[in-house]
């Protein structure tokens, strides 16, 4: 699986949109970016994913830069509960490619 | 989505004894299952992959001995965590992907205190 560098840490103000970069300049045309983020003491949850365009759901939005070499994942309105570890992973979609490896993540910290 | 289980979320040994982690998709059958161990303010690492119906495929570094895996159904894979001893203590974690979707799906984890 390609190398992510995420920053370590983060600070965003409640209410305000939470932007985390993620690189990942050696990832390969079969290779997604998925998002993750774990709670205090709580498994991993799963946010988005993407290839090559841009994504949307309930939870964030997720750009992808045209070269593909990096990403971020975009918490349009975040709230106290969304002080997580942020992890960035990149992996082939096949069968046999389920398993993750984990970098450092980023630490969000949203404030009041 | 789809939902992973794990029992116990949390369990207390003497170090020595022998402690079984269960792994269960809820609802989707999980022909692959992870298992991932987390220490203290560090990040998940994978310890091996579980292959209902054959032998689990472990990461290096990871006594298979020591870390048995067994996935006997679709939905269970269980991890036997043998002849414990403190610095086994650890966040213990599983995933599983539901075939149908290309999301990987994580369990609650167990967290393993060996004294």
């Known amino acids: 699986d390609a190398k992510t560098t995420q920053p370590t840490s983060m600070d965003c103000a409640e209410g305000r949109a939470a932007n985390l970069p993620c690189n990942h300049s050696t990832i390969s045309g079969n290779e997604y970016v998925y998002w993750y983020r774990q709670i205090h003491s709580q498994g991993p949850q799963y946010i988005i994913h993407?290839?090559?365009n841009n994504e949307t759901n309930e939870m964030a939005s997720l750009i992808i830069t045209e070269d593909r070499k990096s990403s971020t994942l975009i918490l349009p309105h975040a709230t106290l509960r969304d002080t997580a570890v942020y992890y960035c992973i990149v992996r082939p979609d096949n069968t046999n490619a389920g398993k993750s490896t984990f970098g450092d993540g980023t630490t969000l910290t949203v404030k009041p | 989505g789809a939902v992973v289980s794990q029992h116990p979320s949390w369990v207390i040994c003497k170090s020595g004894t022998s402690v079984k982690i269960e792994c269960r998709s809820l609802d989707f059958q999980a022909t692959t299952m992870f298992w991932y161990r987390q220490f203290p303010k560090q990040s998940l690492m994978l310890m091996a992959t579980?292959?209902?119906?054959?032998?689990?495929?472990?990461e290096q570094g990871v006594e298979k001995d020591k870390f048995l895996i067994n996935h006997a159904s679709l939905t269970l894979s269980t991890l036997t965590v043998t002849s414990a001893h403190p610095e086994d203590s650890s966040f213990y974690i599983c995933s599983a992907r539901d075939p149908q979707h290309i999301e990987q799906y994580f369990g609650p984890g167990t967290r393993l205190t060996v004294t």
């Open positions: 579980s292959n209902e119906g054959s032998k689990a495929t472990y």
């Open positions: 993407g290839l090559k």
